[in-house]
């Protein structure tokens, strides 16, 4: 199953939902996707362009979303629309990964282990032993874990 991470950004109305639709729908019919929403940069949105997003998951069953970075507001309308069934979010990307990436169900309680996380590159789950560099070992890309168990795209040289 391929992966695929959307930053929603700015204004997500009808017109950048159809957008959505229209990018996505050709990759998803052919085959099963993992996806992220991140919804960090989205600003503005509409019943219509949330709508498009649940339908898009509707439409394709055999994918699995998930959504991470919403605002208490976005999480009103969220809920509200029944999104959260369809696509449940989280406080942070790597939590969304993690999700994504393990297969398990969704909890409600659902908190990552915090001796594993995700590759910012590749999303591939890695043991890890706290903060440090770490390399992941499927596609060789090197990272900083912080204490928060937070990757960034760098390494730390102290």
Not at 16 to 39: V, Y
Not at 85 to 93: A, D, L, S
Request: a positive charge.
């Amino acid at each position: 199953m391929k992966e695929l991470i959307v930053n929603l950004q700015g204004k997500l109305d009808s017109l950048l939902g159809n957008t959505f639709r229209e990018k996505t729908d050709p990759l998803l019919r052919s085959e099963p996707h993992k996806i992220l929403l991140d919804a960090r940069d989205l600003q503005v949105w509409d019943e219509n362009g949330l709508l498009s997003l649940k339908n898009s998951s509707l439409s394709h069953l055999s994918s699995k979303y998930a959504a991470c970075g919403l605002s208490e507001s976005l999480m009103g309308d969220w809920n509200r629309l029944g999104l959260r069934e369809k696509i449940p979010y989280f406080k942070t990307r790597e939590e969304a990964k993690y999700y994504l990436v393990s297969g398990q169900n969704l909890d409600r309680s659902f908190e990552p282990n915090e001796s594993t996380t995700a590759c910012p590159a590749c999303l591939q789950i890695l043991r890890v032993q706290g903060k440090g560099n770490y390399r992941c070992p499927s596609c060789g890309h090197t990272f900083y874990l912080t204490a928060d168990y937070r990757t960034a795209s760098y390494e730390k040289l102290f």
